[in-house]
């Protein structure tokens, strides 16, 4: 009996073991993978901003510009169990969607300024949409700050666009105007009111440092898709957000 007991109180140590020790593997793994896909979506940032910059999205360009991003990023890549190569190909699904947002909504990307351009949906249903097109990518990462209301942060983008109305033939002799562009590169391609109200903010600030500036975008963006949204707050409604 003693030696009965005995090991039945060893196999019952042995399975809590090895629970806790599926618990801490499924625990690891699970942050592995949350650390994996939030790297991949700040390298997908960097390649979006440095195109951007060069106003140059074709697939050479992109895939020098991958491999940097990769040298960048490689201790993190590393630490998740990615290769680099892994992590080179995986952002490489990426640049079809940036070559479509380059000719769809940029008049450097292949578009042009004139005629019809794609529109941009409101973020919200009283919000019209409009026809929307980038001249010139300004600042990526800027600084932008409201001393006045104790507001700090920093836009993916600042772009000089035309936007002119779902019904306008052209938008050749459209006003230019600064618009913000905040890139968001989750699967989910949802519009949070989280999301809203941090690009407000923004455009407040932005309003604030460069005058007149009264929109600001909402790029869903990742390998499958992507969604713009507008982004236009009254002076009111940002006010409740402070």
Do not use: W
């Given at each position: 009996?003693?030696?009965?007991?005995?090991?039945?109180?060893?196999?019952?140590?042995?399975?809590?073991?090895?629970?806790?020790?599926?618990?801490?593997?499924?625990?690891?793994?699970?942050?592995?993978?949350?650390?994996?896909?939030?790297?991949?979506?700040?390298?997908?940032?960097?390649?979006?901003?440095?195109?951007?910059?060069?106003?140059?999205?074709?697939?050479?360009?992109?895939?020098?510009?991958?491999?940097?991003?990769?040298?960048?990023?490689?201790?993190?890549?590393?630490?998740?169990?990615?290769?680099?190569?892994?992590?080179?190909?995986?952002?490489?699904?990426?640049?079809?969607?940036?070559?479509?947002?380059?000719?769809?909504?940029?008049?450097?990307?292949?578009?042009?300024?004139?005629?019809?351009?794609?529109?941009?949906e409101g973020?919200?249903?009283?919000?019209?949409?409009?026809?929307?097109?980038?001249?010139?990518?300004?600042?990526?990462?800027?600084?932008?700050?409201?001393?006045?209301?104790?507001?700090?942060?920093?836009?993916?983008?600042?772009?000089?666009?035309?936007?002119?109305?779902?019904?306008?033939?052209?938008?050749?002799?459209?006003?230019?105007?600064?618009?913000?562009?905040?890139?968001?590169?989750?699967?989910?391609?949802?519009?949070?009111?989280?999301?809203?109200a941090q690009?407000?903010?923004?455009?407040?600030?932005?309003?604030?440092?460069?005058?007149?500036?009264?929109?600001?975008?909402?790029?869903?963006?990742?390998?499958?898709?992507?969604?713009?949204?507008?982004?236009?707050?009254?002076?009111?409604?940002?006010?409740?957000?402070?």
């Amino acid at each position: 009996m003693y030696k009965t007991g005995c090991h039945q109180e060893s196999t019952r140590i042995v399975r809590h073991e090895l629970y806790v020790v599926n618990i801490v593997a499924e625990q690891f793994f699970s942050r592995v993978l949350s650390a994996k896909a939030a790297l991949f979506g700040i390298m997908r940032h960097g390649l979006f901003e440095e195109t951007m910059r060069a106003q140059d999205f074709s697939v050479s360009t992109a895939s020098k510009l991958v491999r940097k991003i990769v040298e960048q990023n490689v201790e993190n890549i590393l630490a998740c169990g990615v290769s680099s190569r892994e992590a080179e190909l995986e952002i490489l699904k990426f640049v079809p969607q940036l070559q479509r947002f380059a000719h769809e909504y940029t008049g450097f990307g292949g578009g042009g300024t004139k005629g019809r351009r794609a529109l941009v949906e409101g973020a919200v249903p009283c919000l019209p949409a409009l026809q929307f097109v980038a001249t010139s990518a300004e600042a990526i990462e800027e600084p932008i700050a409201s001393p006045e209301l104790g507001l700090y942060g920093k836009i993916d983008m600042l772009v000089t666009a035309k936007m002119a109305s779902a019904d306008a033939q052209s938008l050749a002799f459209a006003a230019e105007t600064m618009v913000g562009i905040e890139l968001k590169t989750g699967h989910k391609q949802e519009t949070h009111t989280s999301h809203m109200a941090q690009l407000a903010l923004y455009v407040l600030m932005m309003r604030t440092r460069y005058g007149k500036s009264d929109n600001g975008i909402l790029l869903y963006m990742n390998n499958e898709n992507i969604q713009a949204k507008r982004v236009a707050p009254l002076l009111n409604e940002v006010k409740t957000l402070i």
